[in-house]
């Protein structure tokens, strides 16, 4: 059985872009990247929002050569996913292994919850909202700059309430804190 897992890089107030839409700040570094690739190898499927999946999308044509291997890795990861894009607004999707969803559907996730070996993971606060409600999530992952923005997009939408556990922490030398909790 997978777990679903929300997965995020915030900024030190709660958010995952400023008010211009920025979140460059939130680029992880090398050391970073590497815990990332490592925390996420056991996931075969991704669950995004139309806006998570645009910004996601690079990972399927960006040009390797020459690239970094935490960079390599996670492109690879990537795109040897499966990949559920939900939106209203789309007419298709461009990448590999990717088919688009034109409503959130808990029976159907939770169906795939009990029917994957590999873990799913989620992105993007308003799409995660819905798996929160219905209480799909199992495990949130916050990776959290050394920064404040003062406001914009929040990891996690206004009126969710979720209890949780800390089961992981751990501080890289960029000041980008890891937070790994269990949903109760």
Known sequence: MGKLIYGMNTSLD???????????????????????????????????????????????????????AEIRDFAAQWREADKVVYS???????????HLEREFDADGIRALKDNVESDILIAGPDLARHAFLANLVDKCHLFVSPVVVGGGKPAFSQGLRVDLDLVQQRTFDSGVIHLGYRVR
Do not use: C, K, Q
């Open 14 to 68: 709660g958010y995952i872009a400023d008010e211009r839409g920025d979140f460059d700040w939130s680029a992880p570094d090398a050391e970073v990247h590497a815990y990332i690739n490592a925390l996420t190898a056991s996931a075969g499927t991704h669950l995004y929002g139309r806006r998570m999946y645009e910004v996601m999308l690079a990972w399927e044509s960006i040009e390797l050569e020459g690239e970094p």
């Open 88 to 98: 209203r607004t789309l007419s298709e999707v461009s990448s590999a292994r990717t």
